[in-house]
């Protein structure tokens, strides 16, 4: 038994030999999964399928992204009469809300029936909706198939990929995780321009069908080249891991995406419209803002995932957090000229999609490799109200009869979220810090029973 335990210690240093800062910090507070059969590559064939996951995010979030020029089209033309803001803001909404609210669903079903049989349903429904959509004569059809169908395709799609580039990585796990996620931003950039000029030259309709077509085989590729790890790393996959929600530790992140999420919602879909209704710039310039948005995310992403990796997720994670509510603040609140704006949307978009960029590595980091398809569905459930409704809020609080600040209420309530949102990672930060120092206690200094810190009672 003695000398199991020696090899048991022998292999699980060989696997963490050689982690970076970010990974020894994991290690050292004593992460609450065992090394797995196989330890990550760190490379290999996963960056093929980081690329892979890559072009996906591209293919249904960038996608997703270009509903903020189909909803200023739809403002400006009066193309659906009986229709209201609210309504076009539901369509995004429900594209989110939709996509998230049938997680556990989606990763009970890849556990049972695979991941390849989920996507490829998953392409197929988002596909159709785009193409329902351009037929679309009342706004409820629309909302039922552009935000509806098109949401829970992408879900069937983006659940099932998301848990698997954590799976190939370590030490590089950030910096491969900003890549994946940096697909949207060239997808929100490419389909961004290209449904402007889409609109411009053919029609919305046709705009549709063909944004339909194209991510179906888009999707199809990523599909076909994905592969998992599975086998040697046989995570649970639950749907509903409730004995993660006694864990401090992991509802402080369940809180910080709930919260992060109300901003984003806010700010991706309000900044072309505030351009064309507040500094009164044209439609093709207000697409061109959206484009630069998506640009700092195809750039900011894994920028911030390399900064993830080398001083710490959590913390890089709370600096982005907070950054992104300053940014409102400083740079979105006097925007007032297209100059301005352009700056704004090319920093907050390289910032303000951190959870989708960060909450791969830290589920892994916070539960462990193997809970992280089971932690990673608690995620989406805690923010399908955010992404449902979060657009919706920010439309409630538009104040017209303002003039020139009709959107300041909206943009206070993104900046507050963001900076609620950094209170949660930076309580996060503290308490690693502290299961740090604890573990680091030689046992016979540690304080047991009634005494024992406090956070320790919602572990289990």
Partial sequence: MPDEAIKGAIDASLYYEAATPADARTIEVGAPDDPPVAPPPDGGYGWVCCGAVSLLNGFTWGVAASTGTFYSHWLSDDYYPDATPFDYAMVGGLIFGCALLFSPMWTILTREVGRRPVMLTGFVVMSGGFIAASFATKVWQLILTQGCMVGVGIGAIFIPSVQVVPQWFLKRRSLAGGIASAGSGFGGLAFSLGTDAMIRHLSIAWALRITGLVAFVGNLVGTLLIRDRNASIKPPQL???????????????????????????????????????????????????????????????????????????????????????????????????????????????????????????????????????????????????????????????RRPSLGRWNYLYCQVFAAVAYLVASVFLAELWRVRRVEKAESLRPESRKPMGRIRHWMYRYRP
């Fill in 239 to 397: 749907g509903f891991a409730t004995h993660l929600l006694r864990r401090y530790d992991c509802l402080l992140l369940l809180f910080w995406g709930a919260t992060n999420l109300l901003g984003y919602m806010v700010i991706l879909y309000s900044v072309s419209s505030y351009a064309t209704q507040v500094v009164h710039l044209s439609q093709a310039k207000a697409g061109i803002l959206t484009a630069v948005l998506n640009l700092g995310t195809a750039f900011g992403r894994p920028a911030s995932g390399l900064l993830a990796d080398r001083y710490g997720r959590v913390e890089v994670s709370f600096a982005l957090t907070f950054g992104c509510g300053v940014s409102v603040i400083a740079l979105w609140i006097p925007a007032s000229s297209y100059a301005l704006l352009m700056v704004f949307a090319f920093v907050s978009g390289a910032i303000l999609g951190v959870f989708w960029l960060s909450i791969g590595p830290l589920c892994a980091e916070i539960a462990g490799l193997k809970e992280v398809p089971s932690f990673l569905s608690l995620c989406w459930l805690a923010v399908v109200l955010p992404t449902t409704f979060g657009e919706a809020i920010g439309l409630y609080l």
